[in-house]
Each structure stands twice: as C-alpha cells, then as structure tokens.
C-alpha cells in the first residue's frame, strides 16, 4: 500500500469517529430546520398533504395583528431579562467567590431555583403573584394598599413574567461567572493590591477585563434563551390579558396546535430564528468590536517600533 | 522617633496558618542597598517571610520596620515596596506600558512623570521594542523584565524577588541572573531575593539568610556561609555536591582536635580549647577536600559512581561501614565504577559538629 492510498484512507476513516453525532445532528438538527423551511411555504395541516402557497404565510404574518403584538412583547421581554440576567449574576459571583461556608451556602441558595422544572417555578409565583389571596397582595393588604395587579394588567404582566425569569435563571450565569473569576490568578490580584489598586479600580481594571468573555457568553446565551419564553406565560396567564403577554412560541404553539395551521406555524418559525441569529450575531459583533480594533491595531504598532 | 534609621528590620515575628506554624520568632536586620537573598529548602517558611514584608500576609506576632517605619499594619501598596512575582503576575489584558504605569497611576503620578519613569525602565530593562504588546505576545524572559520594569518604576524602597528565574530555562536563567546583578549595580536599591537554588544566592547576595523547619539557621556573606557553616544543616544545604558528615571519636587533648576514623587519626584545623564536651561529633568535609589516592593509601573505600564533569572528576565511594563519601579528582581521572581506592583527606579544612549538630572550624586566616 502506498503512503499516498493511505493517507486518502486515513482521511475519511477519520469521519468515523464524529460519524454518530453527524448522524444525530443531521437527523434532528438540520433535517428539521430545512423542513420546517419547506413547511413554511405551504398550507399545510397536521394531517399532511398542504398546498405549496410560497411566500403567502410571511406576508400573512406581517398583516397578522397578533403576530406582531407577539413579536413586540418577546422584544420587550428580551430588554427586560437579559440585562439584568447577564449583570446581577456577576455581582452574586463577586460577592460569593470566596471559601467562607456562608458564601458556599448562599451559592446553593441562588443556584437552587435553577434546578426547578418551569411548571414549580410557575406554580410557586402564581401564588405569590395571583391578585386574590396571594403572597403579594396579603403584603399591600397589610399596609391597607389595594392589590396591585401582576398577572392581569396589560401594563405588569410581562414585568413580572421578566421578575419570574430572572430569579428563575440566576443560577447557571451566576455560576458561570464563578468558575471565570475563579481562574483569574490570585497573585494578579496581589500584584493590583502592591499597585495601590482600591476596591473599585480592582474590579474595574483586574476583574472584569479577566471575565469580559463569560460576560459576552452569558449575554449571548441569555438572548437565545430569552428569545424563546414560552412555559411561564403559557402556565400562568395563557398569553393574556389581552394577548399581553403571548410571546412568539407561544403564538408557534397556538397556530401549530390549536389551529393546526402548521405551514403558518412553520413560517412563524422561522422569523423567531431569523430573529435569535440576527440578534446574536449583533451583539456578537459589537461586543468584540474593541478587542478586534484592539488586534487590528497591533502590527501597525509593532511596525512602528 | 529620631533620626531616620534606615535598612529593614524584622524583630520576633511569629505566623502560623490555623495549627500549622510557619514562622517562629524570626529577628533579622537588613541594611540600606543590601541584597540579601533567603535560601531554603521547599516549606521553610522564606516565601512566607517575604509575602509578610509584602504586606500579602498579615504577622501574629511581631514586628516589620522598613527605612524607621512600622509597617506591619499598614497595606501592601502602602508599605513602600515593589514585588517581582515567581510567575510575573502581570496583567494579562493590559499592554507592557499600561503594565508598568497601573501602579504610577493609582497613586497620582503625573502623565509626563509616568512617561518619564517608564522610558527609564524600557531603556534599563531593553524593553522598549515592545511596550505595546500585551503580556500573553512575550517570551518568558520578556515577561520577566517587564515583571522587574513594573517594581523599578515604582522607585521603591525595597525590592522583593519571589523566586524570580525559576520559570525560566537554564540558559536564559543564568543570563537573567547575571543582568540582575548587573540592575542591582545600578538600581543602588535594598532587595531581598527568595531562592531555593544556592548558585543565585551565593552569586547575587551580600548576605545570603539560610532558613529550615519556620527559623533561620544562619546569616551571612556567601563564603561565610560556605566556609563556616554555622550548622550541620547549612554545611549539608550549601555546596553541591553536598558536604561529606562522617561520625568520628574526637581527641581533644592536644591544641587542635583530632578526628580517630577507621583508617586512622587525622589533626584537623579546630582549637581544642573551645569546643564542648560531647560524645557525638562529627566532621564535615567537603568534596573538594576528599583526594582519590592509590589503593591503600589513607581511607580505604569501593567507587560507586564516577561523574564526569570535564575539569574536574565527582567520584562517589562508600566506606567499608557503608558510609557515603564524595571525593575529588582531575578532570583526567581514570578511576571507574567498583574500583578500590584510598581517600586522602585535607584534614585541617574540616568543620566538626557535635551532637546538637552546632558546627566548629578553624580560625579564620588573617590576611
């Protein structure tokens, strides 16, 4: 055998090896998403069949009032979430990345709602949310104020859906950025420290440089997530009041599962992942920006010297 | 207080982490622009010392006094002293000025002062080709200068080096330590060096403080310590190879002490006079003061082991009782493994220890 008839061996015997998650992958992965790109083209129901209508579907949902309302409360909901979603949990982290059991105690408290299945979590905000006989209402009872309206005012509904969300998903970030911070070498902070660094110049200087990629991780993670609320409005309010709080799965689900209208469904679809994958790749770019102009400067520098 | 007193000093400090002391009591003085260097085998407390002059680890016990100042309480950045970390430390997303300016910054330094301050130390340290790359662009030995710019552009009153060169490779390490005698010539600064490699100390310091199990055993100039060795452990730990320890009966009748081994009874340079009564002596004698002879001539011992190192020849013998002994030859020898051979020892050179193990020399040769 020659070295040539080898190597051309060797090469796709190496396929084998990721050959089972290729298979995985393709099969539900890429199939689905290139099928439900075909579906989106057709009025289709679940009984099969359908009539191929091109672009029909996406015109329908740009005229479609409670597709956009949908589209307009994920945004809304996004700005709500993410932000805090991708701060707060840093500042856990600050706060409880050191070995007193205290802190060990506390990680476990925050991390602890992240374990919750959504149909708990729901059901325990539920209770404290709800306008009659709930935990928050009793509280303004007490000091003689009227219950304010979580679940039903068109106005707080997806506040508290965000306020829900947040204590819900503290955990994993939180926990990311505790596993970041606790690679930074101890001993740059202890060359910060002979450098007179105070507290805040540490953080400002040392901290977060050292984390600014789980930070851009957490917030692009947190997007796609977010993107995709569908259990806490659907177990707690239905999309109401008023379509209020229906964000785009929920309108995917409704159409898919309660109209049948799956071709419709499947356009919806695809909106939501042009959506998700716009929105990353922005963030994505702009959050780099710096450190890429930062790259790009380089070798001009060094030329320079 | 009055006048300024100048130098460190380091009275009775004790530390210990939860049950475990790593510090016991140590006194020391250090004098203005010396360069001392702490040696030590791994987990003698010389690391510790040093983080507690730092100011990264806080005494339990006593007290730490640069230039007339107690500073034991105040913070690190306070205390007037600049550190060279063992793994630079440097601040990875900053590039090699922002590096050197952190700390010139946050104490107010003016823009122009902190240019001026950093040029110096490019020009010193000759990095100036890269000051604005970032630490993770730079080879080990530039990441080491830049390590030394960020102290030297703090103008400080103590230079602290945590085992500075022992992350470079060996060639790099001896041309580092030759340029970092050079910068303390230079700098005209106090610096205290912790090291567990004797070369640096022995080549680098003005007094080299030898320290084992939380206490020092014995300061001194490098040939102090190499000649007179205040201890059986120092004698072992400085020199390489090591001092040979061979347990000997001592006649203390005469002027000088005679040592009785098995073959025979050798006149070493020690006083009688002034040496305690004790049944357990020893003597040490260090390698090159142990001659390969014929067989039959003075000590007869077996090579085990011959080393090589062209100008000179390591020959490693056991005694007939088993005791090891390393010996001395030409670059030339042509001694081999499994020879028999005579040890001819340079009796007079010999530092005896008894048995608290507190060691005994000849007196110091005028002149």
């Not at chain 1, 409360?73 to 500042?91: D, G, K």
Request: with cysteine; charged share 20%.
């Amino acid at each position: 055998m020659t070295a040539s008839s080898l190597k051309s061996r060797g090469s796709w015997t190496n396929a084998l090896f990721v050959a089972p998650y290729l298979f995985v992958y393709l099969c539900l992965l890429i199939y689905p998403l290139i099928a439900g790109m075909g579906l989106s083209l057709f009025k289709a129901d679940l009984f099969g069949g359908g009539t191929f209508v091109g672009f029909e579907n996406f015109a329908r949902l740009f005229r479609d009032e409670v597709f956009l309302q949908s589209v307009a409360n994920t945004f809304y909901f996004v700005a709500l979430t993410v932000p805090p979603l991708t701060v707060l949990p840093l500042f856990l982290a600050l706060l409880l990345n050191r070995t007193t059991r205290v802190a060990a105690f506390f990680r476990g408290v925050f991390f602890s709602s992240s374990v919750l299945s959504v149909t708990i979590v729901t059901l325990v905000w539920r209770m404290i949310l709800m306008s009659e006989g709930g935990l928050a209402s009793n509280i303004t009872a007490l000091f003689g104020a009227e219950a304010i309206a979580f679940l039903s005012d068109p106005k707080i509904v997806m506040i508290s859906m965000a306020i829900i969300t947040v204590w819900w998903c503290l955990g994993l970030p939180m926990m990311l950025y505790l596993s970041a911070l606790q690679q930074v070498p101890k001993d740059i902070y202890e060359a910060a420290e002979l450098d007179n660094a105070s507290w805040w110049r540490t953080l400002w200087s040392i901290t977060l440089p050292s984390v600014s990629r789980t930070i851009i991780l957490v917030a692009i993670f947190e997007c796609v997530l977010q993107f995709q609320l569908f259990g806490q409005p659907q177990l707690i309010t239905q999309g109401g009041p008023n379509g209020a709080s229906r964000p785009i799965v929920l309108f995917i689900f409704e159409i898919g599962f309660r109209r049948w209208d799956v071709g419709y469904a499947a356009a919806a679809s695809q909106i939501l992942f042009a959506i998700i994958l716009i929105a990353t790749l922005v963030q994505y770019f702009v959050t780099t920006r710096r450190s890429r102009s930062e790259a790009l400067a380089q070798p001009k520098v060094r030329g320079n010297a | 207080m009055g006048g300024r007193v100048s130098g460190i000093e380091i009275s009775h400090v004790t530390k210990a982490y939860g049950a475990t002391p790593v510090l016991d009591g140590v006194t020391l003085s250090i004098a203005d622009n010396e360069f001392v260097a702490f040696l030590g085998p791994s987990g003698c407390g010389k690391t510790t010392l040093l983080r507690l002059i730092a100011g990264l680890e806080e005494v339990d016990a006593g007290e730490i006094h640069i230039n007339g100042r107690r500073v034991d309480q105040l913070a690190p950045g306070a205390r007037g002293v600049a550190m060279v970390f063992q793994n630079y430390a440097l601040y990875p997303h900053m590039t090699v000025a922002d590096n050197l300016a952190f700390g010139l910054k946050n104490v107010g330094v003016g823009k122009a002062e902190i240019e001026t301050r950093i040029a110096e130390a490019a020009r010193i340290l000759e990095i100036g080709d890269y000051l604005h790359r970032k630490p993770g662009e730079l080879s080990g030995g530039q990441k080491q200068r830049v390590a030394i710019g960020r102290a030297i552009v703090k103008k400080p009153d103590l230079f602290l080096f945590d085992e500075p060169l022992s992350n470079l490779d060996a060639a790099l390490r001896m041309r580092t330590r030759l340029e970092l005698a050079q910068l303390r010539r230079r700098l005209k600064a106090t610096m205290i060096l912790v090291t567990h490699d004797q070369v640096e100390a022995m080549t680098l310091a003005d007094r080299i403080v030898v320290m084992k199990d939380r206490k020092i055993q014995q300061v001194g100039t490098p040939m102090e310590i190499y000649t007179r060795p205040a201890n059986v452990f120092v004698a072992g730990f400085v020199g390489s190879p090591p001092m040979n320890i061979l347990k000997v009966e001592l006649d203390t009748a005469g002027p000088v002490a005679m040592a009785k081994l098995a073959g025979g009874v050798f006149k070493t340079g020690v006083v009688s006079a002034g040496l305690p009564a004790s049944s357990d002596w020893r003597i040490g004698l260090r390698p090159e003061n142990v001659h390969i002879a014929g067989s039959g001539d003075g000590l007869a011992a077996t090579v085990e082991f011959v080393e090589r190192l062209g100008e000179r020849t390591l020959v490693y013998t056991k005694l007939a009782d088993g005791t090891a002994v390393t010996a001395e030859d030409a670059g030339t020898s042509k001694v081999k493994m499994g020879d028999p051979v005579g040890l001819r020892m340079d009796a007079e050179a010999a530092h005896l220890f008894d048995g608290e193990g507190v060691g005994y020399h000849a007196p110091e040769v005028e002149g």
